[in-house]
T-cell receptor, first 113, second 111 residues
Framework: NAGVTQTPKFQVLKTGQSMTLQCAQDMNHNSMYWYRQDPGMGLRLIYYSASEGTTDKGEVPNGYNVSRLNKREFSLRLESAAPSQTSVYFC????????????FGSGTQLSVL | SQQGEEDPQALSIQEGENATMNCSYKTSINNLQWYRQNSGRGLVHLILIRSNEREKHSGRLRVTLDTSKKSSSLLITASRAADTASYFCATEEPGTYKYIFGTGTRLKVLA
């Protein structure tokens, strides 16, 4: 049972390039989340999808877009990467949107030069 | 701004000692959760406490919640070197479906 799978694990971009971070879960969870983690800042919520077909902004959505492709997959897109988006990105899922524990992927380390 | 603030930011103890870390938050919550993160890895859920609960235990973990003070504490008893990690609290605000994390406590357990 793979749980939450993120690809790629590492990525280096130049300023202005675009890319999509992929996330898939095999636990039949309804809700999915994207967080970024910067040193000393803990995790900050970028976007979340409470259920298939819905997406909502989190704490730091600027510069990102998301797509809930189906129940399993939730992608995060950087349209024009900036150095401030250098971070570790984590995808998470939960069975329901409220009152449930989150299951995390292993993260994507992104550097924007 | 982040919902939760953990205290202390870093903690170093000897194996066998107890470790206590605290989390303060700003708004009303549905529940509060604690997570552990080993260096460079994803977070792992430890325990969830609902807003109508005051204390919860799981193995060597004890969590308390004081909604009047908007604070929670995580106690790890008889710590082991393997407990070395960062610990984060996360709160769910009513009606938002958002889980907001604090800044974390870095725990180092010395063998």
């Amino acid at each position: 049972n793979a749980g939450v799978t993120q690809t790629p694990k590492f990525q280096v971009l130049k300023t202005g390039q675009s890319m999509t971070l992929q996330c898939a879960q095999d636990m039949n969870h309804n809700s999915m989340y994207w967080y970024r983690q910067d040193p000393g800042m803990g995790l900050r919520l970028i976007y979340y999808s409470a259920s298939e077909g819905t997406t909502d902004k989190g704490e730091v959505p600027n510069g990102y877009n998301v797509s809930r492709l189906n129940k399993r997959e939730f992608s995060l897109r950087l349209e024009s990467a900036a150095p401030s988006q250098t971070s570790v990105y984590f995808c998470a899922s939960s069975e329901r949107p409220s009152g449930e524990k989150l299951f995390f992927g292993s993260g994507t380390q992104l550097s924007v030069l | 701004s982040q919902q939760g603030e953990e205290d202390p930011q870093a903690l170093s103890i000897q194996e066998g000692e107890n470790a206590t870390m605290n989390c303060s938050y700003k708004t009303s919550i549905n529940n509060l959760q604690w997570y552990r993160q080993n260096s460079g890895r994803g977070l792992v859920h430890l325990i969830l406490i609902r807003s109508n609960e005051r204390e919860k235990h799981s193995g060597r973990l004890r969590v308390t919640l004081d909604t009047s003070k908007k604070s929670s504490s995580l106690l790890i008893t008889a710590s082991r070197a393997a407990d070395t990690a960062s610990y984060f609290c996360a709160t769910e605000e009513p009606g938002t479906y958002k889980y907001i994390f604090g800044t974390g406590t870095r725990l180092k357990v010395l063998a």
